[in-house]
């Protein structure tokens, strides 16, 4: 909040500036023609408090609607020499209602009005912000294109998208599985992590984790496993994903769909991905999909699509909010994925997150399966291999799988 002080005292507009919420604009104002001359200069003052006994040749009444005549949306605070009803009645006229006399405020009290007005004037600039994320979220324009695709130097990768892009263009593609989830959000958001720990905690399921962030891939790592490379003949000879899954546990199983799609050698299960895919859907109760942030894939399009459940991970801070709805809006109106097959988790919460109440109102059309925190002891469950998960980690994991009742 911008604050100008005009009391001819400057004590109070230094006891003012050791506040670390105020924003005080220049020294105490000591006569009535430099509230005019600061007014005129700065239109952001959000704030003026304001003596009777201030200096001028401008009767007082005359000051308060000059003041108000250059900055309508400015707020007075008004100290008046000795009580006088007829003064205090006039500037309740012009909507001013923080008035008092000079025997009866203190510097405390100053302090504590100002603070309470600070703190609305928050709210209200939160709340617009709400307003305004939630207008650009849900508002469908049908002639608006709003994929700007992302200028990538790395000519190999440029090269593996168009192919993809080729390979998956007029294709109708079936449902892969009746369990399929597949998991999206923002670049850095947590994808592989959560869906290793969300894996891990998920008791008498047999689990096919599908790596398919291209650009990023990195669910190996995680399970301290190896790629299985095999000879290129014997896997063609096949034309299936066998060669392809490695088992993790008793009940985990891993396949690294990126080395497929970025190896023009397997031609034949590239061309038939989803259909391979389908075969083998009786063989897992649960098919778990990491897919990559980036929104140029042509094969991201089809997961989504063809995904019983879409979990959309974010970080509940203003940035990360606003990239978030770039990607609902592509994912929603410009390919046609319905909106109750996706539900939010916010990840990396922690106290300076925005709150509850505020990120409710903000995702008010979707399901919100809830929040992880953020925990000094992700860097231990990573270096042991998702080995080592403590209590407060597995119960926030808990509760959104009991939510989806899996």
């Known amino acids: 909040m911008n604050i100008v002080t005009a009391l001819k005292n400057p004590n109070i507009n230094n006891k003012l500036r050791e506040e670390e919420n105020f924003n005080i604009i220049g020294s105490d104002i000591q006569y009535q023609e430099g509230i005019l001359e600061i007014l005129e200069n700065n239109k952001n003052i959000d704030l003026l408090i304001i003596s009777e006994l201030l200096p001028g040749e401008i009767e007082f009444k005359e000051i308060i609607n000059?003041?108000?005549q250059i900055n309508k949306k400015i707020?007075?605070?008004?100290?008046?020499?000795?009580?006088?009803e007829e003064l205090k009645n006039f500037l309740i006229s012009k909507g001013i209602f923080n008035i008092f006399f000079n025997n009866e405020i203190t510097i405390k009290d100053l302090i504590k009005i100002i603070n309470e007005k600070n703190n609305k004037k928050n709210e209200i600039e939160i709340n617009e912000e709400i307003k305004k994320l939630?207008?650009?979220?849900?508002?469908?324009?049908?002639?608006?294109?709003?994929?700007?695709?992302?200028?990538?130097?790395?000519k190999k990768i440029l090269d593996l998208k168009n192919n993809i892009n080729k390979l998956f263009k007029n294709r109708k593609i079936k449902k892969i599985n009746k369990n399929v989830i597949s998991v999206v959000g923002?670049?850095?958001?947590?994808?592989s992590s959560f869906c290793s720990i969300f894996a891990k905690l998920l008791k008498n399921k047999?689990?096919?984790?599908?790596?398919?962030?291209?650009?990023?891939s990195c669910i190996n790592s995680f399970f301290n496993i190896k790629i299985k490379s095999k000879k290129i003949k014997e896997i063609n000879k096949k034309n299936n994903f066998d060669f392809f899954i490695n088992k993790i546990n008793k009940n985990i199983y891993l396949l690294n769909a990126t080395k497929i799609l970025a190896d023009n050698n397997y031609k034949k299960?590239?061309?038939?991905?989803?259909?391979?895919?389908?075969?083998?859907?009786n063989k897992f109760d649960l098919i778990i999909i990491d897919n990559s942030s980036?929104?140029?894939?042509?094969?991201?399009?089809?997961?989504?699509?063809?995904?019983?459940?879409?979990?959309?991970?974010?970080?509940?801070?203003?940035?990360?909010?606003?990239?978030s709805r770039k990607l609902l809006d592509i994912y929603i109106n410009e390919w046609n994925i319905k909106k109750d097959k996706i539900k939010i988790v916010f990840n990396k919460f922690n106290k300076n997150s925005i709150c509850d109440e505020i990120l409710k109102t903000l995702f008010s059309d979707f399901k919100i399966l809830g929040k992880i925190k953020t925990d000094i002891n992700y860097n231990l469950i990573i270096n042991k291999n998702i080995k080592l998960i403590n209590k407060k980690i597995k119960k926030d994991y808990l509760k959104i799988i009991e939510k989806l009742k899996l």
């Open 186 to 191: 923002t670049p850095g958001i947590g994808k």
């Open 206 to 216: 047999k689990i096919l984790i599908i790596d398919f962030d291209i650009l990023n």
């Open 75 to 84: 707020e007075l605070i008004v100290i008046l020499n000795n009580k006088n």
């Open 269 to 281: 299960i590239k061309k038939d991905f989803f259909i391979e895919l389908n075969k083998i859907k």
């Open 134 to 154: 939630k207008e650009i979220i849900f508002e469908k324009e049908k002639n608006k294109k709003i994929i700007n695709l992302k200028i990538i130097n790395n």
């Open 294 to 323: 980036e929104c140029f894939f042509e094969y991201t399009k089809e997961i989504l699509n063809n995904s019983d459940l879409i979990i959309f991970l974010l970080e509940a801070n203003l940035i990360d909010l606003k990239k």
């Open 66 to 68: 000059k003041i108000i």
